[in-house]
C-alpha cells in the first residue's frame, strides 16, 4: 500500500481553497463593476410652448391662428400655456372678445394653460367683471383636453394651477401688473399667489429636480416694489428649494433672460408675445435644465 504524503496533501488542499477563494472575489468584484457601470436611466425632458400678449388686434388675432396651425403640425410640446393680455389694455372688456379667444385656443391640439394678464382683469373700468367674464371662458381651461398629471387648483384662488411631471413641478399663478385699484383685493391676491408658490415647493423640495412658475407681469422692473409681498416669499422659498427655478412671464413684449435677483437659483424668461412662441425643454437630468428654441415654428 502506498504511504501518503500528508504534508503534501495539505498543501495542495490549502491551494485548490485559495485558488476557489480567489476564484469568487475576482468573480464577486466583476459582479459588482458591472452593476457599477449601469447607467443611470435618463428621466425623459419636459417641452412646452408658451405665447402671450396676443391678440391685440385682427392682424395679431389672424398670425395667432396660424400659428397654432403650424404648432399642430410641427410642435413637440407636452403642453402650450398663454402668458396673458388676450386683448389690448385700451379696449373694452367685453365677453364677446374672451369667448372669441378661448376658441382660438381651443384650436391647439395640445392641451393649453392660460394665466391672467392685466388687459382682461385689472385694466378693465370693472375689474371684476373682468374676472368673471375670463373665468367663464378660461378658468381650468385645460380641462377642454386629455392631460395626464394630475392638476391641482387653489381653493382661495382657482385659477392658480399646479402639477408635477417627470420631476420637475409647474406652477401657474394669477400675478398682474398695471394700477393697483384696490389695495386690499391686490394684496390678498399676491398673499394666496405667495402661499400657493411656497406650499409646493416645500412639498415637492424632494420629489423634483426643478420647478417651473408662470405668471403674467414684470415683477422687477418699473415699480417692483408693489410686488414685494409675493416676491419675497418666492424668493426665500426658491432659496430653499435649492433647485433651478424658472420664472417665466410675459408683459413686457422683448425676449430676454436673465437672473434678477441674488439668488441665483431663479432664472426669469420674458418672451415677446405675439405671433413669436417660444418652446421651452426642460431637461431634469442637468444641473442647468432650461433651453429655449424661438424658431421652432419657422
Given at each position: 500500500m502506498p504511504t501518503i504524503n500528508l504534508k503534501s496533501l495539505r498543501s495542495k488542499t490549502i491551494l485548490i481553497f485559495v485558488g476557489i477563494t480567489s476564484l469568487f472575489q475576482i468573480t464577486s468584484c466583476s459582479s459588482d463593476s458591472k452593476e457599477e457601470e449601469l447607467p443611470t436611466p435618463t428621466i425623459?425632458?419636459?417641452?412646452?410652448?408658451?405665447?402671450?400678449?396676443?391678440?391685440?388686434?385682427?392682424?395679431?388675432?389672424?398670425?395667432?391662428?396660424?400659428?397654432?396651425?403650424?404648432h399642430n403640425t410641427k410642435a413637440k410640446s407636452d403642453f402650450a400655456i398663454h402668458l396673458g393680455d388676450i386683448k389690448p389694455g385700451a379696449g373694452a372688456c367685453e365677453e364677446a372678445v374672451y369667448k372669441d379667444v378661448s376658441n382660438i385656443l381651443k384650436q391647439f391640439n395640445t392641451p393649453t394653460f392660460v394665466v391672467l394678464g392685466d388687459n382682461e382683469f385689472n385694466d378693465c373700468i370693472d375689474p371684476e367683471q373682468g374676472l368673471a367674464y375670463w373665468n367663464t371662458h378660461f378658468l381650468k381651461f385645460n380641462t377642454n383636453w386629455t392631460f395626464a398629471p394630475k392638476v391641482s387648483y387653489q381653493a382661495e384662488?382657482?385659477?392658480?394651477?399646479?402639477?408635477?411631471?417627470?420631476?420637475?413641478?409647474?406652477?401657474?399663478?394669477?400675478?398682474?401688473?398695471s394700477t393697483v385699484h384696490n389695495t386690499t383685493e391686490w394684496e390678498t391676491r399676491l398673499t394666496d399667489n405667495a402661499n400657493w408658490v411656497q406650499q409646493h415647493l416645500q412639498a415637492e423640495k424632494n420629489n423634483v429636480n426643478a420647478a417651473v412658475v408662470f405668471g403674467h407681469a414684470n415683477i422687477t422692473e418699473g415699480d417692483a416694489t408693489k410686488f414685494n409681498t409675493f416676491t419675497t416669499v418666492f424668493r426665500s422659498s426658491a432659496a430653499a428649494f435649492k433647485k433651478p427655478v424658472l420664472y417665466v412671464q410675459g408683459d413686457g413684449h422683448i425676449w430676454f433672460t436673465n437672473k434678477?435677483?441674488?439668488?441665483?437659483?431663479?432664472?426669469r424668461?420674458?418672451?415677446?408675445?405675439?405671433?413669436r412662441a417660444v418652446e421651452v425643454t426642460v431637461d431634469p437630468n442637468k444641473s442647468n435644465?432650461?433651453?429655449?428654441?424661438?424658431?421652432?415654428?419657422?
Open positions: 425623459p425632458n419636459v417641452v412646452f410652448t408658451a405665447i402671450g400678449d396676443v391678440p391685440y388686434n385682427t392682424e395679431q388675432r389672424d398670425s395667432i391662428i396660424k400659428v397654432i396651425a403650424a384662488r382657482p385659477e392658480n394651477f399646479s402639477w408635477v411631471q417627470n420631476k420637475v413641478l409647474f406652477i401657474g399663478i394669477n400675478i398682474v401688473g434678477p435677483w441674488p439668488e441665483k437659483n431663479i432664472t424668461v420674458q418672451i415677446e408675445g405675439g405671433h435644465p432650461f433651453s429655449y428654441n424661438r424658431t421652432f415654428l419657422d
